[in-house]
Structure formats: C-alpha cells, structure tokens
C-alpha cells in the first residue's frame, strides 16, 4: 500500500473510530456514520492491496488480464506455498494438546 492510500485509510478508520463511540452511546446518525466510513477504508485497502502477490514472503506485482477473478498469487510457487503453511498450520492445531483441566 502506498504511503499515500495509508494515511488516508488510517484518517477514514480514526473517524470511524470516533463515530462508533459516539454510536455507542445512542447516536444512530453516528451508527451510520462509523459504518460507511469503515467501508470506504475497506474498499481503499483493498483497491491498492490487489496489486501485489499475497505470499507474505513476496512483493511481485500480479499481472490481470481482465477476465474472471483478480489472482491473490504471482505464481502457482506462491500459492503452492501459502497453502502448505496452511495446511501445517491446521496440522499442528490438531495435533496440539488441549490444556483444558476437567
């Protein structure tokens, strides 16, 4: 995310932020308030995340040709490897042992 496209999501989540507080005590003209400003800086983030392979180890750019769904990986590698930490992950949840004292 640019530098740029940062500061403005942060300014849109602090008034949110702001509006939601006031929302919680009664007022539901800050109730709607929190709630469209949450979903622009929603749709900001995401409009500059999309540009960039989701494997946390990489910054390739990701490359869409305007058909189907915008790809989340720059490479069948990338994927291959988030799915695998994925699947470790669930494994060893798993397999971990409860420490709930009955």
Not at 80 to 87: F, I, K, L
């Amino acid at each position: 995310m640019n530098t740029t496209r940062h500061i403005e999501v942060c300014a849109l989540l602090r008034r949110a932020e702001s509006a939601a507080q006031d929302a919680v005590n009664g007022d539901q003209a800050a109730a709607r308030a929190a709630l469209a400003l949450v979903a622009d800086a929603r749709q900001r983030a995401e409009e500059t995340g999309s540009n960039v392979c989701t494997h946390p180890d990489c910054s390739n750019e990701l490359h869409y040709v305007g058909r189907g769904r915008r790809p989340l990986y720059c490479s069948a590698e990338c994927r291959t490897d988030v799915y695998q930490a994925t699947q470790m992950a669930a494994r060893a949840l798993i397999k971990a042992p409860r420490t709930d004292a009955a």
